[in-house]
């Protein structure tokens, strides 16, 4: 399984992006709505945060409280992809972002230990 991240850059506070997790390669058997999709952060220094996942096959989400309110988790399923809006970014938002990929299909978890398939992430910048 295969995850690319694109969407990373640098804004000004306040400002927003949309980081999007295009999923390919399945595993033989499982298509794009069989996986959980969830959305991790580290910055410099940190431990990897998780940040919000998305069932794609209940739809169900989940969002860590640091960022319920201000990011949006959403999948469309037609291109493979999840997104994460990002929106009144600070500079504590700072950090590679990643996706990755839960092929348990059940619940939805935003602990690292639960993916399987990782992204090689994508920068955010956020300028003061």
């Known amino acids: 399984v295969q995850l690319v991240e694109s969407g990373g850059g640098l804004v000004r506070t306040g400002g927003s992006l949309r980081l999007s997790c295009t999923v390919s390669g399945f595993t033989y058997g499982f298509a794009f709505d069989d996986y959980i999709i969830g959305w991790f952060r580290q910055a410099a220094g940190k431990e990897r945060e998780g940040l919000s996942s998305?069932?794609?096959?209940?739809?169900?989400?989940r969002y860590a409280s640091s960022v319920k309110g201000r990011f949006s988790i959403s999948s469309d399923n037609a291109k493979n992809t999840v997104y994460l809006q990002l929106n009144n970014l600070s500079p504590e938002d700072t950090a590679d972002y990643y996706c990755?990929?839960?092929?348990?299909?059940?619940?939805?978890?935003?602990?690292?230990?639960?993916?399987?398939?990782w992204g090689q992430g994508t920068q955010v910048t956020v300028s003061s």
């Open positions: 990755a990929a839960d092929s348990s299909g059940v619940g939805v978890s935003t602990s690292r230990y639960d993916f399987q398939y």
């Open positions: 998305i069932n794609i096959k209940t739809m169900n989400t």
